[in-house]
């Protein structure tokens, strides 16, 4: 009876834990959506033209980064909180207090990733209260970081 019980109350726990971990994605998603490989290696992504725009905002398009993160702003409220300048590839590099954002060769252990897809261990997703990127652009930062993270620190 008490080892009937005791197996039973194990496996209950096996199976909550199991629940957990599909549902949160800080356990369950991240190894599953993230992944370092160039999903396009014949083609190398521009950081000028296909990055830059979607960070300095478009009509339509996802939320700028420039509405928080730029120095020029007359508001950066993502710049004062965590010291991360997001308006030139050098500012970019340089990180935040926290260190650097953009791993070059490593999307899944940049910080930058983990925040537009909201992994990231604290915080809110990027760009924060959205129009969120789409599947396809978050790609292109994730294969420019595969890439080596490439381009001129004015850029
Ligand atoms: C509405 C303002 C706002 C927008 C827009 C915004 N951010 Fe942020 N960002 C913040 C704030 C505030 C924080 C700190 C709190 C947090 O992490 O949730 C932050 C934190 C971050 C961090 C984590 C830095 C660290 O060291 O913790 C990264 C990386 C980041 N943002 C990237 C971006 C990128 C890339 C974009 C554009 C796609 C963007 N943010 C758009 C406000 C913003």
Same mark, same amino acid.
């Given at each position: &009876?008490?080892? @009937?019980?005791?197996?039973?109350?194990?496996?209950?726990?096996?199976?909550?834990?199991?629940?957990?971990?599909?549902?949160?994605? %800080?356990?369950?998603?991240?190894?599953?959506?993230?992944?370092?490989?160039?999903?396009?290696? $014949? /083609?190398?992504?521009?950081?000028? @033209?296909?990055?830059?725009?979607? &960070?300095? =905002?478009?009509?339509?398009?996802?939320? *700028?980064?420039?509405? !928080?993160?730029? =120095?020029? /702003?007359?508001?950066?409220?993502?710049?004062?909180? @965590?010291?991360?300048?997001?308006?030139?590839?050098?500012? &970019?590099?340089?990180?935040?207090?926290?260190?650097?954002?953009?791993?070059? =060769?490593?999307? !899944? %252990?940049?910080?930058? &990733? $983990?925040?537009?897809? =909201? @992994?990231?261990?604290?915080?809110?997703?990027?760009? %924060?209260?959205? *129009?969120? +990127?789409?599947?396809? $652009?978050?790609?292109?930062?994730?294969? +420019?970081?595969?890439?080596?993270?490439?381009?001129?620190? %004015?850029?």
């Amino acid at each position: &009876m008490l080892s @009937t019980a005791r197996v039973s109350a194990g496996l209950a726990l096996a199976a909550l834990v199991a629940s957990c971990s599909a549902l949160d994605p %800080k356990v369950g998603d991240v190894a599953v959506q993230c992944s370092d490989e160039d999903s396009d290696p $014949q /083609r190398a992504v521009d950081f000028a @033209t296909q990055i830059r725009p979607l &960070m300095n =905002g478009a009509p339509g398009g996802p939320r *700028p980064c420039a509405d !928080c993160h730029y =120095g020029s /702003r007359p508001t950066h409220e993502g710049l004062d909180q @965590t010291g991360l300048d997001l308006e030139t590839l050098g500012s &970019m590099r340089r990180g935040s207090r926290s260190g650097p954002v953009a791993v070059a =060769g490593s999307p !899944c %252990k940049s910080l930058v &990733m $983990q925040k537009l897809r =909201g @992994t990231a261990p604290s915080g809110v997703r990027m760009p %924060k209260g959205g *129009p969120f +990127w789409s599947d396809e $652009q978050v790609r292109l930062m994730s294969d +420019w970081i595969a890439e080596g993270a490439k381009g001129d620190d %004015k850029l």
